[in-house]
T-cell receptor, first 111, second 111 residues
Framework: NAGVTQTPKFQVLKTGQSMTLQCAQD?????MYWYRQDPGMGLRLIYY???????DKGEVPNGYNVSRLNKREFSLRLESAAPSQTSVYFC??????????FGPGTRLTVL | QKEVEQDPGPLSVPEGAIVSLNCTYS??????FMWYRQYSRKGPELLMY????GNKEDGRFTAQVDKSSKYISLFIRDSQPSDSATYLC???????????FGAGTRLFVKA
């Protein structure tokens, strides 16, 4: 039982490059989330998926797209990376009591 | 004004001290209150969970919720160097899909 897994763990991109961050959960939860975490800013919600087949914007969606591939997987895509997207990205799911379970994170640097 | 306010610290205490961490919030609809612990370069992990008002104790940790004052607290007794981490408060409303996080308080416990 791995919980929430994320790949890759680290990534360095050049401005303008694209990439997809992958997230998978084996907790059988319906809701999945993507956050970014920056110093002094806390966790900011990028996109979330309340259930398979639905996605909604969060607080900071600009420059990102998401795909809820199935109940287990939720990916985050950067189409044209910018230095402002340098951050640590966390995927999370929500349990029955509204508590969130987080993956280990992806550290992204955009040069 | 942010929905959730949390002093970022850092807070430095000697081993064995009692630590008090706090958050204030503005949304009276919040019913689920959580504390997460995040070690450096790791994802947040759920530490304490409280529904509505009241206290909850788990070992050295006590979580308190005062809905009338819109104030939540986390107390750590007999603090240990292994408690050195960032502590994030979080809260959500019934039926809501979004969890709002505080910015996190960095705690250092000196041996």
């Amino acid at each position: 039982n791995a919980g929430v897994t994320q790949t890759p763990k680290f990534q360095v991109l050049k401005t303008g490059q694209s990439m997809t961050l992958q997230c998978a959960q084996d907790m059988n939860h319906n809701s999945m989330y993507w956050y970014r975490q920056d110093p002094g800013m806390g966790l900011r919600l990028i996109y979330y998926s309340a259930s398979e087949g639905t996605t909604d914007k969060g607080e900071v969606p600009n420059g990102y797209n998401v795909s809820r591939l199935n109940k287990r997987e939720f990916s985050l895509r950067l189409e044209s990376a910018a230095p402002s997207q340098t951050s640590v990205y966390f995927c999370a799911t929500t349990g029955a009591r509204n508590e969130q379970f987080f993956g280990p994170g992806t550290r992204l640097t955009v040069l | 004004q942010k929905e959730v306010e949390q002093d970022p610290g850092p807070l430095s205490v000697p081993e064995g001290a009692i630590v008090s961490l706090n958050c204030t919030y503005s949304n009276s609809a919040f019913q689920y209150f959580m504390w997460y612990r995040q070690y450096s370069r790791k994802g947040p992990e759920l530490l304490m969970y409280t529904y509505s008002s009241g206290n909850k104790e788990d070992g050295r940790f006590t979580a308190q919720v005062d809905k009338s004052s819109k104030y939540i607290s986390l107390f750590i007794r007999d603090s240990q160097p292994s408690d050195s981490a960032t502590y994030l408060c979080a809260m959500s409303a019934t039926g809501g899909f979004k969890t709002i996080f505080g910015a996190g308080t960095r705690l250092f416990v000196k041996a």
